[in-house]
T-cell receptor, first 109, second 114 residues
Framework: GQNIDQPTEMTATEGAIVQINCTYQTSGFNGLFWYQQHAGEAPTFLSYNVLDGLEEKGRFSSFLSRSKGYSYLLLKELQMKDSASYLCAVVDSNYQLIWGAGTKLIIKP | IAGITQAPTSQILAAGRRMTLRCTQDMRHNAMYWYRQDLGLGLRLIHYSNTAGTTGKGEVPDGYSVSRANTDDFPLTLASAVPSQTSVYFC?????????????FGPGTRLTVL
């Protein structure tokens, strides 16, 4: 079956760096998304990776290793507003989007 | 402000009742989607539409129906609600029907079926 694994919850300190991991086992691969979802709100797009490597976008970076079925989202200089859930989603070989359950990130002052 | 609107914001519904969740987008996106989000589970696709006039079934379509009469609107109907349909429902859209295209989400409808 298809599976996406993310830690359920993580805690980090304001100003620090945190890495949120996502591993996937899917029937093929056509790209990986990261979305941010604040409590009670809609998911919003953060990044899309289809090739191996690191893509940086301001304080957020996303890394992909297709051979390892692995991605991570790196958040630097954490701010209180980064407290949210982070959703990993993979496009499989049938071009269906498979969603992970999300990682709830708690930022402490 | 361009985007996706959903109505109602929240609803409490008696089991057996019929309910339509509304979704409208003004971005002229071709594709639209309905998801449900339950605690501890990833977003699950209910139905989708690649373009006006066409619809398709997602991962969990049973008990739900959709229509796509025009580009902007994509209502989701629960013909006879059951408690297991208690969830948060998100409508989304993307410019194309390519699943690698970014999806934009509405604010959600929180539905409770008693």
């Amino acid at each position: 079956g298809q599976n996406i694994d993310q830690p359920t919850e993580m805690t980090a300190t304001e100003g620090a760096i945190v890495q949120i991991n996502c591993t996937y086992q899917t029937s093929g691969f056509n790209g990986l998304f990261w979305y941010q979802q604040h409590a009670g709100e809609a998911p919003t797009f953060l990044s899309y990776n289809v090739l191996d490597g690191l893509e940086e976008k301001g304080r957020f970076s996303s890394f992909l290793s297709r051979s390892k079925g692995y991605s991570y989202l790196l958040l630097k200089e954490l701010q209180m507003k980064d407290s949210a859930s982070y959703l990993c989603a993979v496009v499989d070989s049938n071009y269906q989007l498979i969603w992970g359950a999300g990682t709830k990130l708690i930022i402490k002052p | 402000i361009a985007g996706i609107t959903q109505a109602p914001t929240s609803q409490i519904l008696a089991a057996g009742r019929r309910m339509t969740l509304r979704c409208t987008q003004d971005m002229r996106h071709n594709a639209m989607y309905w998801y449900r989000q339950d605690l501890g589970l990833g977003l699950r696709l209910i139905h989708y539409s690649n373009t006006a006039g066409t619809t398709g079934k997602g991962e969990v379509p049973d008990g739900y129906s959709v229509s796509r009469a025009n580009t902007d609107d994509f209502p989701l109907t629960l013909a006879s609600a059951v408690p297991s349909q208690t969830s948060v429902y998100f409508c989304a859209s993307s410019a194309t029907s390519d699943w690698t295209d970014t999806q934009y989400f509405g604010p959600g409808t929180r539905l409770t079926v008693l």
